[in-house]
């Protein structure tokens, strides 16, 4: 599986952006996806994720109510709408993928296949 993420960028604080994660794969549907992010000197962090299949999506504290996780099956995608930035979500925006659910879904290390990560910039 490859992950391709897309769509950073440098945005002014309140500001909005989209993330994009496409994939190679041929059937996700017994995968999950997943955002992670990484700040300069601090630990890679879940952001957002979600099965494949069903719609339950999970978000991380700090970003709920501003950012939102979608997918589209079609184009094997998911996305990452990002709103209300704020300088602190300045980060490389990592999309993960693993097959099947894991109730410890925040740790980093439980996630398989990685894209290679966007910078998103938010300036105050």
């Known amino acids: 599986v490859q992950l391709q993420a897309s769509g950073g960028g440098l945005v002014q604080a309140g500001g909005s952006l989209q993330l994009s994660c496409t994939s190679n794969g041929n059937t996700f549907n017994n995968y999950a996806m997943a955002w992670f992010r990484q700040a300069p000197g601090k630990e890679r962090e879940f952001v957002a994720g979600r099965r494949w299949t069903g719609s339950s999506t999970y978000h991380a504290d700090s970003v709920k109510g501003r950012f939102t996780m979608s997918k589209d099956s079609a184009k094997k995608a998911v996305f990452l709408q990002m709103s209300s930035l704020k300088p602190e979500d300045t980060a490389v925006y990592y999309c993960?993928?693993?097959?099947?659910?894991?109730?410890?879904?925040?740790?980093?290390?439980?996630?398989?296949?990685w894209g290679q990560g966007t910078q998103v910039t938010v300036s105050s």
């Open positions: 993960a993928a693993r097959y099947g659910w894991s109730v410890t879904y925040w740790y980093a290390s439980t996630w398989t296949y």
